[in-house]
Each structure stands twice: as structure tokens, then as C-alpha cells.
């Protein structure tokens, strides 16, 4: 029994994994394709910048990554060093922290899911 329990968990946390790294996929391809700009540090950068960027802060918190609101935590929330969060800049609305928006991109990938 212990046998078919330990398999059982093994399915569920792969499917897990496979979901989150999707759900990770999806938020890097939509950084790399926005038009908005994304600021770090007070210094703008375009998508594709942003979304290297991210994805460097990912490899070196891969360990610490366990969802993807810790993807988002970890590695586009805010700069290690300084403190300040990132923030994004689409067009003439307001500015918005990097954290909102893809929280808030993420609710609409899941949603588009179901």
C-alpha cells in the first residue's frame, strides 16, 4: 500500500511541476513580447531585456522556486540589492509594480486554462 501511495504522490507532484513550469513558460513569453517597458533600478528596459533578466534571477532561485507565485516572488518582484521593486510602464497608465501585473497575467493564463 505504502508502494501505490508513494507512486500516487509522484504522479500528483509531477503534474504539479509540469503545470507551474507552464505557468512559468508563459509569464517569460509574455515579458520577452510586451511592448510595455520594465524598470529596474530606475533604468527602463524593453521586453526581451526583462525576460533575461528574469530568467538569470530564476536559474540562480530555481531551488527556492516551489510555485509560480514564487517564481514571481523571487525572481521579477523586486532587485536583491537595492530593494526597489521593478516596475512596469505600458503606454500612458500609471506605472505598475512587475509583481501586479503578472499576478494579474497569471489569474488570466488560469483562467483561459479551464
Known sequence: ????????????????????????????????????????????????????????????????????EDFIKYSATKSKMTGKFYKVHCGKKPSIKSRDWLLTELEAYRGAQK
Open 1 to 68: 500500500m505504502n508502494k501505490l501511495l508513494f507512486i500516487m504522490l509522484s504522479i500528483f507532484s509531477l503534474n504539479l511541476f509540469a503545470s507551474t513550469q507552464d505557468e512559468i513558460d508563459h509569464l517569460m513569453s509574455f515579458v520577452a513580447a510586451t511592448d510595455c517597458k520594465y524598470e529596474r533600478n530606475g533604468t527602463m528596459h524593453n521586453g526581451a531585456e526583462a525576460a533575461e533578466h528574469i530568467n538569470k534571477k530564476y536559474e540562480y532561485f530555481f531551488d527556492d522556486i516551489k510555485s509560480t
